[in-house]
């Protein structure tokens, strides 16, 4: 049996040493030659594998510090040479004035300094790659910087430095000044030397080369600029011109951030242009003359002015100053406004009701200047015209507010405030208004519509939300439309309504509560004439047939009360007979007659023909009169003055439209406009007219003269007297304790929606009221003593 041969144990052998022939001198010999070579741009023809190995064994046999060292200093010499050879000899002469010279040879350096950089960057790039096993051992371990990082800090060292670093900046500075003189340059030379200086970091924070040097040159460049181009501007530019600029300014360096400039320099450099071009020169620019903010309103200059607000909103002192302008713009214009409607308060005109003046009637004698009774009224006409320039400027602005300045909410606050101030500085504001709404709410209103006279009362609306004396208001507004609803004025119910509950919108229910009565009380009496009428059906009826309007008289305006006259007898039977129908439908009440208020229709025989005139209720007792004297028989201003019992100033006001108007029905002897007691009147049987139908119109006061509105304004102190106290009684009652100051805060709050109350006049009431209850709690105590010591 052969025997099995045992397997031989293998043996294991030491792993074989390293090359260690091979000096670390000569192995640095071969990879820094290699090196060189890179630099040369000769790295196709080297072996990637090879010169990783050398690098390789010199690190691993301890000659790491030999190998970083000697690759920094190929490093920096081939940097020395870069900058010998290519920048350097690219730096400008300096000596031409010329801009196009100037920027080419601006570009020429920054572009060298680009190739450079670029050169630079793809050598360390490759030396990065060898060098690899150096990073990873030996510079962490002696904490050095990495082959790439110190190739960043011998490029700073040897490249940023003076001179270079002087005239890069300084071709960076001539460059953008260029620009901003209006010449083109080579943006992308400029964008790539500001990239090479921002990957250059000066200190361990991050602080860049561009940080350091280029942009505090540049902001210091732009401050010195923009200091003289804004003085510049303000005086070679008018105000359009100078927004225009500024804002190409503010664009131009909003573009040279975005494209070339470093996006942080945007913001301090945007301050320098806000702080020279807009802050130093705002009050400049809008006082401009002829062409700063109000000649801009004025010509409507929409664009012109969305940029001046545009450009104001970028600085904080910008919107107040604006807000400051447009207020004392609208004060101005309001002013002359107020200032135009100045007339003469005892201005008198005939009331034509919708008549056309009669130029035939208007003429001159001598030097004396004869105004047509039968004209527009002149007080009229300027209450209507200032309105109407008022809601035009209103109109004005509310455009501007929307188109140009964005509808913001402060400008419209401080236009709104200079609105109310110019309106309130008229006291006539109150009575204008109304009157406006009494001319768009009548009868006889030619080539405007429903819809358009709407349209003007609810921008009215917006005028009469500037008035503080809304209680003056109420006065002329009630009184104006007791007329309308006594005369059958009204261009429409619908109309009147719809004007009453815009006021109930603006200042509530208790505004319009006896204006709504006097709506109520137009139904009623239309119903107890329906009624009146089948009562006629049954019982004997007058011969003149009547027409009555029952009023509350506490929600009409009574002013007319004491306008009473001697009614002829036919007038009278009427009259006696729907008061006996009335009373016996209502006890307790009692009826006044108010003629003042009332119109006949009568129809007249003149020699030609017979004409149907409509007059005033006093014009048909003055012309009963003169139903039964002879043509050539006269009746004098006293026998007329004692037969009527007209009122004095009645009786002229009637006798100058029958006498003295456009239709002269009545002869005064002798010939004049104005009507004295020395006067006497006939009937005119001449009188001659193609129409059958005429109104008489009455003169009338359209307007307040000093007397009526110093008679008004009484009666509107006394009732602010009375509401004040009332609302003080009903404060006190409800908060039992107040100290004084929180009740005339809370009293003025209160009264606010009617009238501005003064401190002063509140004060008074308060110290009445207090005199007054004390008084009365005395004359309480002294009754109780009495009535104490008589039940003893």
């Known amino acids: 049996m052969a025997a099995t041969r045992r397997s031989a144990k293998p043996k294991i052998k030491p792993p074989r040493k390293h090359e260690s022939e091979v000096s670390p001198e000569e192995t640095w010999s071969r990879l820094s030659k290699n090196i060189r070579e890179i630099h040369n741009h000769n790295a196709s023809t080297l072996s990637f594998e090879e010169n990783y190995r050398y690098a390789y064994n010199m690190v691993l046999y301890k000659s790491g510090s030999m190998l970083y060292k000697g690759v920094c200093q190929l490093v920096a010499e081939n940097v020395d040479r870069l900058a010998e050879e290519k920048i350097i000899p690219a730096f400008p002469s300096g000596g031409n004035n010329d801009p196009m010279q100037q920027s080419q040879e601006g570009e020429h350096l920054l572009k060298a300094l680009r190739r450079v950089w670029d050169d630079h960057t793809g050598n360390m790039s490759k030396l990065r790659d060898i060098l690899k096993y150096m990073d990873r051992v030996y510079t962490k371990s002696n904490e050095v910087p990495e082959i790439w990082d110190a190739g960043l800090d011998l490029f700073l060292k040897h490249i940023i430095r003076p001179p270079i670093q002087d005239h890069v900046v300084s071709a960076v500075l001539s460059l953008i000044q260029i620009e901003r003189d ?91 242009l806000e702080q020279y071009l807009l802050t130093q020169n705002l009050s400049s620019v809008i006082d401009m003359p002829n062409s700063g903010l109000d000649a801009m309103i004025d010509l409507d200059n929409v664009d012109d002015l969305n940029r001046l607000y545009r450009l104001f909103m970028m600085v904080p002192t910008g919107l107040p100053t604006l807000r400051r302008a447009l207020k004392d713009s609208v004060l101005r214009r309001g002013k002359e406004i107020n200032q135009g409607s100045v007339t003469s308060d005892n201005v008198e005109d005939v009331d034509m009701e919708g008549e056309k003046p009669d130029a035939s009637t208007i003429g001159i004698k001598g030097k004396t200047k004869v105004r047509s009774l039968g004209g527009a009224p002149q007080a009229l006409t300027l209450a209507l015209k200032w309105v109407q320039v008022v809601l035009d400027l209103k109109d004005k602005f509310d455009q501007l507010w929307k188109r140009a300045f964005d509808s913001n909410r402060e400008i419209e606050s401080s236009l709104n405030e200079a609105f109310e101030d110019f309106i309130n500085l008229n006291e006539k504001a109150p009575e204008f208004i109304s009157l406006f709404i009494d001319e768009n709410l009548k009868k006889g209103l030619k080539g405007k519509t429903d819809i358009e ?61 006896k204006l709504e009565g006097m709506f109520n009380d137009m139904k009623i009496s239309s119903e107890t004439m329906q009624a009146y009428r089948k009562y006629l059906e049954n019982t004997p009826p007058p011969e003149l047939e009547i027409s009555v309007t029952v009023m509350t008289s506490t929600f009409w305006p009574m002013s007319h009360s004491g306008s009473s006259c001697a009614m002829p007898d036919l007038l009278t039977k009427s009259c006696k007979s729907f008061e006996q129908f009335y009373l016996s439908r209502h006890s307790g009440r009692r009826l006044t007659w108010q003629p003042s208020l009332g119109n006949a229709d009568i129809r007249v025989q003149f020699k030609a023909r017979k004409h149907d005139l409509n007059v005033s209720t006093f014009a048909l007792v003055i012309l009963l009169l003169f139903e039964n004297i002879p043509d050539d028989e006269f009746l004098t201003y006293e026998e007329l003055k004692t037969a009527t019992s007209i009122p004095e100033l009645e009786l002229q006001r009637h006798l100058q439209s029958l006498a003295c108007a456009k239709y002269k029905i009545l002869k005064k002897h002798p010939p004049g406009r104005d009507v004295d007691p020395s006067d006497s009147f006939s009937f005119n049987n001449d009188f001659t007219c193609p129409m059958q139908k005429i109104k008489i119109s009455t003169v009338s006061a359209k307007v307040e003269n000093t007397d009526e509105r110093k008679e008004t304004r009484g009666r509107i102190d006394e009732e602010r007297h009375h509401q004040t106290e009332a609302c003080i009684v009903r404060i006190m009652k409800d908060r039992k304790k107040m100290t004084h100051n929180d009740l005339i805060n809370e009293v003025t709050r209160q009264l606010a929606a009617r009238f501005q109350p003064n401190p002063q006049n509140l004060k008074k009431r308060i110290e009445g009221l207090i005199d007054n209850i004390w008084s009365a709690a005395r004359i309480v105590n002294h009754i109780a003593m009495w009535y104490a010591a008589q039940s003893q």
Do not use: W
């Open 182 to 272: 209006g010449y083109v340059i080579s943006r992308s030379a400029v964008k790539e030397c500001v990239d090479v200086l921002l990957q250059l970091a000066v200190d361990h924070d991050g602080k860049t080369v561009y940080k350091r040097d280029v942009e505090p040159a540049v902001l210091r460049a732009s401050e010195a600029f923009y200091k003289a181009e804004a003085q510049r501007l303000v005086t070679t530019c008018d105000a359009p011109e100078y927004l225009r600029r500024v804002e190409a300014r503010f664009d131009s360096e909003k573009s040279r951030t975005h494209h070339y400039l470093y996006s942080q320099t945007g913001a301090p450099l945007r301050k320098i």
């Open 453 to 513: 006279v709407d349209l003007v009362l609810d921008k009215t609306i917006t005028v009469f939300r500037f008035i503080t004396e809304k209680d003056a208001f109420e006065r002329y507004y009630k009184n104006h439309l007791a007329k309308r609803l006594l005369l059958g004025r009204s261009v429409s119910d619908d109309a009147e309504r719809g004007m009453l509950a815009k006021l109930k919108v603006e200042c509530g229910y208790q505004f319009t509560q």
